[in-house]
């Protein structure tokens, strides 16, 4: 036991039992649901005085934030209910699978969940549907219309500039370039592209069916009836009433089987019954999450000596240092980028950290530098070899992010993450028309026969081709190899799921690319499996920042042997060079990259 532990217990406990004094009130929780929802809570950089003062760019709250509020509000009788109040939200699809998670463990614990949202979108009735009762506003709509990709092709419009994109790619399914280097979709695109659809539109339909009581082929057709109004969708089922938010209160004070009941009806139909609950029914008081922290019990907590890690990469794989853009820009995978460097340095403070028995490595990311990916790969590889590491993917973990990944002790995807794309693609845009519309004279000079190979000046020579060609081909070699390493399987089966193809985490798990579906606490029983730890008991899990100093790599060594313990580690992200991320993706030439806009909308 720690005196500090003992301390900040003591506390805690004093807190708790004067928040149990108060006796009602609390019936009631509201939670925002607004933002991205992020796995863990990230820092970003401190910005300069004066501007550290301003709260321009709060935190945004985690699924880690929200995981912390299930577990308080599940624990407390006094709770009753939970109102999720569905706002700006901007997560995606796995993101949602783990909100509708925790919805679910909230009513296995007794709680009723209400869900209220002024129009909701096919990802957001994807949430809304595992609660007990879904309602809208009169002014409201359900448009959960189905999903739809819609891939980008630029070369015609490059074309208009001056521009063309020489690039090569392995393999078929292999399609990130094809939004510079085609006018349409290839057919293994296309195919691709249908597949993914059907594994995502079955979970969509499947879990809509399942929380509302309906039959797959049923909702089938509802959604393509959509969109309907608030009462068409309270008709078919797909919602219980229609109310404007000043109205819950009083509607959630009556009872929960009378509460079904939609305003205004009953069993005959006149509305006598809603009426004389409504005035017979004690009006119960909605707190926000904020209002109702304050006397929620917050749960004892001891620190054990052994510990969980975790190591975030988040954004493009790039060589260097992480960067994360402090303002979001209007252009893709720009906002963050995973530095090699950054990570590779995480992951040895990781290993030479000797109170951390294993590692959940979180993997958000398309892709990016076919070398940065391969240097994160090997990290892990050495990792490994003295403490069990488990990649936890979030909504996207293709092509690099499965390179990083692959040579994992066990590898957690939820069932619509983006994954695989095992591929390799590169090659150069050739500027000469633009310069020559721009009346730009450009004259070469140079040594070496090959010293104009990505010159933007002109596409490649049929001898550079052949060069481009053995390159990347040595590239998607080592990729695969690292795979079957990491998978047990032979080459054949590799190339089997390989080719550059993106599959969903349902799909990945039936091909063997991935080991168990599942969010973060599937990953970290999963970690306290392979470290043997004891599975019902708690460990602390905490987050691996950069240390302040470089470490150098370790000899490999034998699971449990631990690493020296560095001196002076800490957290430092390093200052954002306003250009740096442009400059280091102009310099990469060879990729692992997943299609630039893999967006299914809903």
Known sequence: MKPGDLLRNTVRAGRNLVCSLRREGLDWVVLHLQGSYPERTTRRDPLPFPF????????????????????????????????L?????????????????????????????????????????????ACDQ?????????????????????KDTLALAGVEADLEA?????????????????????????????????????????????????????IDAMPLTPAEAVDVGLADAVLYEDELAEYLSAPEEQASIPAGQDEA??????????????????????????WLRKPVRWTTRQRIGVVSLEGLIVPGRSRRVPVPLPLPVTEAQAGAETIVQMLRDA???????????????????????????????????????????GGRAASGGYYVSALADRIVARPNTLTGSIGIWGGKFVL?????????????????????????????SEEERAWLRRDLGDAYARF??????????????????????????????????????????????????????DPEREYAVVQVRPPRHDLLPRPLGRRGEQAPQPSGAGASWGALGSLAWLRRLARERVWALAPWVVRVRG
Not at 508 to 532: M, N
């Open 269 to 294: 139909g006149d509305g006598t019954t809603a009426s004389l609950i409504k005035r017979e029914a004690k009006r119960l008081p909605l707190l926000t999450w904020r209002q109702a922290s304050r």
């Open 351 to 393: 290993e030479a950290d000797r109170h951390i028995a294993a590692v959940i490595f979180h993997v958000e990311t398309p892709g990016g530098s076919a070398l940065a990916s391969d240097l994160i790969c090997r990290e892990v590889q050495r990792l490994r070899e003295r403490k069990p590491v488990v990649v936890l993917m």
């Open 480 to 533: 695969k190899a690292r795979v079957a390493e990491g998978r047990g399987m032979t080459d054949e089966q590799v190339e089997e799921v390989a080719r550059g193809r993106v599959w969903t985490g349902a799909q990945a798990l039936e091909v063997g690319l991935v080991d168990q579906l599942g969010d973060f606490e599937a990953a970290l029983a999963a970690a306290k499996e392979l470290a043997g730890l």
């Open 134 to 154: 879904v309602i809208l506003p009169e002014s409201g709509r359900v448009f959960a219309l189905g999903l739809r990709a819609e891939p980008m092709f630029l």
């Open 432 to 460: 000469a028309d633009l310069y020559g519309k721009l009346r730009v004279a450009r004259e070469p000079v140079q040594r070496g026969a090959m010293a104009g190979l990505y010159s933007e000046m002109a596409p490649f």
């Open 170 to 222: 392995i393999a078929e399914y292999k399609v990130s370039p094809d939004m510079f280097r085609r006018s349409t979709m290839s057919e293994p695109h296309r195919e691709m592209l249908d597949l993914l659809l059907d594994s995502l539109f079955d979970q969509l339909v499947a879990a809509v069916a399942e929380g509302r009581g309906l039959d797959p082929a049923q909702v089938r057709e509802l």
């Open 85 to 129: 109040r569905f706002g700006s939200l901007q997560a995606g699809p796995s993101t949602l699978h783990s909100l509708r998670r925790f919805v679910l463990s909230l009513r296995a614990m007794g709680k009723r969940v209400v869900a209220w949202l002024p129009s909701a979108g096919t990802w957001e009735y994807y949430l809304a549907s």
């Open 52 to 83: 550290n003062r301003l709260s321009l760019f709060p935190e945004e709250a985690s699924l880690q934030d929200v995981r912390e509020a299930v577990e308080m509000i599940s624990s407390d009788r006094r709770v009753q209910g939970v109102v």
